[in-house]
């Protein structure tokens, strides 16, 4: 019944090996989100895709790359993996219209540290 | 450009008392706002939000918040706060300049809000 599912939960890895992490959403929203939530709390977003278009691209490295096979899922590959990476990355989406629209539900996140 | 402040880190208060935790914004056009609670090791959960209508919006949890243009605030508040509302609480704004319904949710960096007994 989870809205929004990310796995792993926890992804703990050495620098410079590449690592994935997926979310999938179950409420047929149309638009999927990456944010990094760093250790002081502070949210960022990442990326954005509408329908598995790109349609925000922060200045991110280009160490990471979102891939969106459907768009009740959203996937993040990241390459080359630094200290600095770690962090909570959370995926979330929001439907374009309605009532909801504009509102976020976020995954429960997942935890990565590198070694 | 788009931005969010929430002045205070953390806020303590015993539980009865009311509650609030601060919010300014600043935007280039008519501002979508938005509180999100985080409680430990999850995600954030949606609160409420102020598109448009009333300046007080209410929200779950017998939180409300208002919307105050004149001031660029939108404070969050509770009349009885509870043991069970501790939790990270942040404050996001949306980028609406461009119409879009699209735009990118800016998020302040979170108020830690105690309640204790």
């Known amino acids: 019944d989870t809205a929004v599912s990310q796995t792993p939960k926890y992804l703990v890895t050495q620098m410079g090996n590449d690592k994935s992490i997926k979310c999938e959403q179950n409420l047929g929203h149309d638009t999927m989100y990456w944010y990094k939530q760093d250790s002081k709390k502070f949210l960022k977003i990442m990326f954005s895709?509408?329908?598995?278009?790109?349609?925000i691209n922060e200045t991110v490295p280009n160490r990471f790359s979102p891939k969106s096979p459907d768009k009740a899922h959203l996937n993040l590959h990241i390459n080359s993996l630094e200290l600095g990476d770690s962090a909570v990355y959370f995926c979330a989406s929001s439907q374009d219209r309605g009532q909801g629209a504009n509102v976020l539900t976020f995954g429960a996140g997942s935890r990565l540290t590198v070694l | 450009a788009q931005s969010v402040a929430q002045p205070e880190d953390q806020v303590n208060v015993a539980e009865g008392n009311p509650l609030t935790v601060k919010c300014t914004y600043s935007v280039s056009g008519n501002p979508y706002l938005f509180w999100y609670v985080q409680y430990p090791n999850r995600g954030l959960q949606f609160l409420l939000k102020?598109?448009?209508?009333?300046?007080l919006v209410k929200g779950s949890y017998g939180f409300e918040a208002e919307f105050n243009k004149s001031q660029t605030s939108f404070h969050l508040k509770k009349p009885s706060a509870l043991v069970s509302d501790s939790a990270l609480y942040f404050c996001?704004?949306?980028?609406?300049?461009?119409?879009?319904?699209?735009?990118?949710?800016?998020f302040g960096r979170g108020t830690q809000l105690t309640v204790w007994p």
């Open positions: 895709y509408n329908n598995k278009e790109l349609i």
């Open positions: 102020y598109i448009t209508g009333d300046n």
């Open positions: 996001a704004v949306r980028d609406t300049d461009r119409g879009s319904t699209l735009g990118r949710l800016y």
